[in-house]
C-alpha cells in the first residue's frame, strides 16, 4: 500500500500547474466543494490525477454519467496511476428488463438481464480493494447509488487464510460453500473452486487469478496465485483475503432471523389482501415470499433477493439502502465528472424506479419492503458525498453556487490548441453546404460529425448522404455500451468518414481526428440548442488544430451568441499563452486508450487484435502469418508481433483451426490465449446462429483444448 503516485512522461503545462494548486490547497483547507471548469482538452484527467498526488492516501470516487466515458476516465486514470487501486465500477447489465407489472393489460414482465462477467468481476474487485487498500480510486457511473450489501457484513464474510494457520480442510471447504462460492472439480470458474486431495483451487471472484491453498495435515502450508489460463505461478504469499463470490451474501444465521420477518410482513399483507377481497393478489405473494424464503434458507440466495435487503440487513422501514459510497470512509474524495449531466441524472433516479415498484407492490408480486431496494434519493446522496470537486466545460447552476469563491478555470491546453472557431452559415443549402464540408474534410483525411435535432432526421440525412458515396453512420440511443465504442473507433481507424447524431457524441468523448463539426438548425432553441449544450458539441472539434464548427441558422439566437462570445474569449487567451510561451498548437494524438476501453466493457483486446470495430483482426492476422510462412517472408502486426517462417503450403479456411491457434499462440505468446480464445467463441456463436452446429462443436472442442491443454 503506498501513496498515490503519478506516473506519466508529461509534466503540467497551460493552466494545468494553477489549477492543481488551487484544487489540492482547497481540499486540505476543508473546502466542501469545488469545481473545476476545463475546457475539453485541457487534460483535467490529468490535473485531478496530480491533485490526488499531493493529497497522498485518499480513498476516492470518480463519478461518470455513462459506462462509456466511465471506461475512458478508467483507461486514463489507470495509466497515470499505474501503481495505485484504479477500479471501474458499473452496471454489469449488457441487457437489463426490470420487473415491472402493466395493470391496463394485465401483463407482468419478469426481470431479464444479460450479466457482463467481466464488468461484474471489476465489481467485486472495486468493493474488495475499498476495504483493503486507503490508495483506491474507483470510477463509476451513477449505478452506484443502487443497493449494495452491508460493507461490514461483507467484510465479516471475508475469509483470511495465511500459510502456518490451522484449518482443517473440510471446513474450509465448508466456508467457501457459505460465502457462495460453488464446488466444480472439473473446470472451475470464477466464483468456484476445486478440491484434490490436499489442494484446494479457488479461483477468486474479483480477480482474473486463482488462489491454491496447499495443506500439510490440518495446517496450510503454502498460499500461491495462478493464472487461470497458463496456470503458471504469479507470486507465493504469506496470507491472503477470500472475499465472497457475490455483493449479496448474508451469514446463514442472519438469513434464517431475516426470514422470520420477511414470513411475518407476506402474512400480514396477505391477510390484507384478503380483507380486500384480492384473492389473486394473496395467492400470487404467499407462493413468491414463500418460495423465495426456502431458497434462502436452503442455499443462503435467492433470485431477487436483492428485493429483501431491508430484513436482510436490519434496516428500518423507509430507510436508505447500503451502497458503493458505504464502503468509502468519511474522508474520502469524490470527483463528479460532466457534473451538469450526472447531477440530474442522479436526481431522477429514485423516482422512476419507485413508480415501477409500486405497481408491483399494488399487485401481489412483492412486499411493502422491497421499495426499500432502491437508489438513494438525491438528498442522500448529498448527504453522504465526501470533499467534491465538480468537473464541466459547462457547469450547472447548482455547481456554480455550491462551489461559489472556489470556481477553478483551466483553459489552457498544454498542446496550445485553440478553441475552433465558429462560423454561422444560413439554412437555405445547408445539406449541399455540409456536404461540401465532409467531402473537404475527406481529401485532407479527417473525420466529420453533423448534430441534427430528431432521431428521423439523422437517419433520413445518413440515408441521403450513403446514398451519394460518403461513408457514414448514424449513432443513436439503442446502441449499447460496446456497440458505441465498436462505432466511434470505427470513425477513428477510418472505416467510415463522418458520423450523423442528435446529442450523443456531446460529453467527454475524445475524438482528436474530428475536423468538422457542423450544427444543422442551430437556431431551433431548446435543450439540445442550449449554450450548454452548443458548447459541449462545438467541443468535439477541440482537439484537432485545424477543428472548426459550423452552425447552421437564419438569425443568431442568445445561445448562439453565447457559444460565439465564450469562444473568442478563450482563444484570444489561449492565442496569447501561446505567443508568450512559444507554443506551437499540436493535434491531440491518439490519447484515449481504446484497448483498456473496450476491454473494461467486456472486448478482450490484449495484443490490439480485438479493439472494437476490429472484429475480423484476427483472422487477418492468421492469413498473413501464414503467407509470411508460405513466403518464407516476414510481417510485423499493429500491435507489433511479428512472424516469420519457412516455406510451407497449408489449406485455407475461414475458421481458426486448433494448429492455426497453436501457430499464433506460439508468436503471440502464451499471456494472450484469451484473445485466441474469444475470437474462437465469436465463430463458435456465429457458426450456431446459422445452424452449422457440427463447426460450432469443433470449435468449442478447441476452446475446451485451449482452455485446458494437456500435460
Request: glycine share 6%; aromatic share 8%; proline share 4%.
Amino acid at each position: 500500500m503506498q501513496d498515490f503516485k503519478v506516473v506519466s512522461q508529461y509534466s503540467p503545462a497551460g493552466d494545468q500547474p494553477e489549477a492543481i494548486r488551487k484544487l489540492t490547497e482547497g481540499l486540505k483547507k476543508g473546502v466542501p466543494f469545488q469545481t473545476l471548469l476545463g475546457v475539453t482538452g485541457s487534460g483535467k484527467t490529468f490535473t485531478l490525477a496530480n491533485v490526488l498526488e499531493n493529497m497522498g492516501r485518499r480513498p476516492t470516487l470518480v463519478l461518470s454519467h455513462n459506462k462509456t466515458l466511465a471506461a475512458q476516465l478508467y483507461s486514463e486514470f489507470k495509466a497515470f496511476l499505474p501503481q495505485n487501486a484504479v477500479e471501474y465500477f458499473v452496471s454489469y447489465y449488457d441487457y437489463y428488463l426490470p420487473e415491472s407489472y402493466i395493470p391496463q393489460t394485465d401483463t407482468y414482465i419478469a426481470k431479464d438481464a444479460s450479466i457482463n462477467e467481466n464488468i461484474e468481476r471489476l465489481r467485486m474487485s472495486s468493493t474488495a480493494s475499498l476495504l483493503e487498500r486507503q490508495d483506491a480510486l474507483v470510477v463509476a457511473s451513477v449505478s452506484c447509488i443502487y443497493g449494495l450489501t452491508s460493507p461490514v457484513d461483507y467484510d465479516n464474510m471475508s475469509l483470511r487464510v495465511r500459510v502456518g494457520q490451522q484449518v482443517e480442510r473440510n471446513d474450509l471447504l465448508r466456508k467457501l460453500l457459505a460465502v457462495q462460492y460453488d464446488r466444480n472439480d472439473t473446470s472451475p470458474e470464477r466464483g468456484q473452486f476445486r478440491a484434490r486431495g490436499d489442494s484446494v483451487e479457488i479461483y477468486l471472484s474479483q480477480k482474473d487469478e486463482i488462489l491454491r491453498i496447499d495443506f500439510w495435515g490440518d495446517e496450510i502450508d503454502s498460499l500461491e496465485r495462478l493464472d487461470p489460463v497458463t496456470r503458471k505461478t504469479r507470486a507465493k504469499v504469506e496470507s491472503s483475503l477470500i472475499f465472497p463470490a457475490r455483493h449479496f451474501v448474508m451469514p446463514h444465521e442472519q438469513v434464517e432471523a431475516a426470514t422470520h420477518n420477511i414470513l411475518a410482513e407476506m402474512k400480514e399483507c396477505v391477510k390484507n389482501f384478503e380483507e380486500q377481497g384480492k384473492l389473486v393478489e394473496a395467492q400470487r405473494l404467499f407462493q413468491r415470499v414463500t418460495y423465495d424464503v426456502e431458497m434462502m434458507r436452503e442455499i443462503g440466495y435467492c433470485s431477487g433477493i436483492e428485493n429483501y435487503s431491508r430484513h436482510l440487513a436490519f434496516r428500518e422501514p423507509g430507510s436508505r439502502p447500503y451502497c458503493l459510497l458505504d464502503f468509502f470512509p468519511k474522508d474520502y474524495l469524490l470527483f463528479i465528472d460532466e457534473s451538469h449531466v450526472t447531477l440530474p441524472q442522479l436526481q431522477a433516479m429514485y423516482k422512476a424506479d419507485r413508480n415501477r415498484k409500486q405497481m408491483l407492490v399494488d399487485y401481489g408480486f412483492r412486499l411493502p419492503s422491497a421499495l426499500d431496494n432502491r437508489p438513494l434519493k438525491y438528498e442522500e446522496f448529498l448527504a453522504m458525498m465526501g470533499k467534491t470537486v465538480f468537473v464541466s466545460a459547462t457547469p450547472g447552476e447548482f455547481e456554480l453556487e455550491q462551489s461559489a469563491g472556489h470556481i477553478v478555470e483551466q483553459v489552457v491546453r498544454p498542446t496550445g490548441l485553440l478553441d475552433p472557431p465558429v462560423e454561422v452559415r444560413p439554412l437555405e443549402n445547408q445539406i449541399d453546404d455540409v456536404i461540401d464540408e465532409i467531402r473537404k474534410c475527406t481529401a485532407l483525411g479527417a473525420r466529420s460529425m453533423v448534430a441534427t435535432l430528431t432521431k428521423k432526421s439523422a437517419e433520413r440525412l445518413a440515408d441521403y448522404l450513403g446514398s451519394l458515396g460518403i461513408r457514414i453512420k448514424y449513432l443513436h440511443s439503442e446502441l449499447d455500451a460496446i456497440e458505441r465504442v465498436r462505432i466511434l473507433n470505427e470513425l477513428r481507424n477510418g472505416d467510415f468518414e463522418c458520423i450523423v447524431g442528435i446529442n450523443l457524441l456531446r460529453e467527454g468523448i475524445d475524438m482528436p481526428e474530428l475536423r468538422l463539426v457542423a450544427i444543422l438548425d442551430a437556431d431551433k432553441e431548446g435543450f439540445l440548442r442550449s449554450t450548454r449544450s452548443l458548447v459541449q458539441v462545438a467541443g468535439r472539434a477541440a482537439r484537432n488544430v485545424d477543428g472548426y464548427v459550423i452552425l447552421y441558422a437564419d438569425h443568431v439566437t442568445d445561445s448562439m451568441k453565447a457559444l460565439i462570445d465564450i469562444t473568442e474569449a478563450r482563444r484570444e487567451r489561449q492565442a496569447a499563452y501561446n505567443r508568450e510561451h512559444h507554443v506551437i498548437p499540436r493535434s491531440v494524438a491518439g490519447k484515449q486508450d481504446r484497448e483498456t476501453i473496450t476491454e473494461v466493457l467486456g472486448i478482450s483486446s490484449k495484443t490490439g487484435a480485438y479493439l472494437a470495430g476490429d472484429q475480423d483482426r484476427l483472422a487477418q492476422i492468421r492469413t498473413e502469418a501464414l503467407a509470411a510462412r508460405e513466403t518464407g517472408g516476414s510481417y510485423t502486426a499493429k500491435d507489433g508481433s511479428k512472424y516469420t517462417g519457412k516455406q510451407q503450403k497449408k489449406k485455407r479456411s475461414n475458421t481458426v483451426t486448433r494448429e492455426d491457434a497453436e501457430a499464433l499462440l506460439k508468436k503471440i505468446g502464451s499471456d494472450n490465449i484469451e484473445d485466441i480464445i474469444t475470437e474462437l467463441e465469436r465463430q463458435m456463436i456465429e457458426a450456431a446462429e446459422a445452424l452449422e452446429f457440427e463447426r460450432a462443436a469443433t470449435i468449442r472442442d478447441q476452446i475446451r483444448d485451449l482452455r485446458n491443454p494437456k500435460d
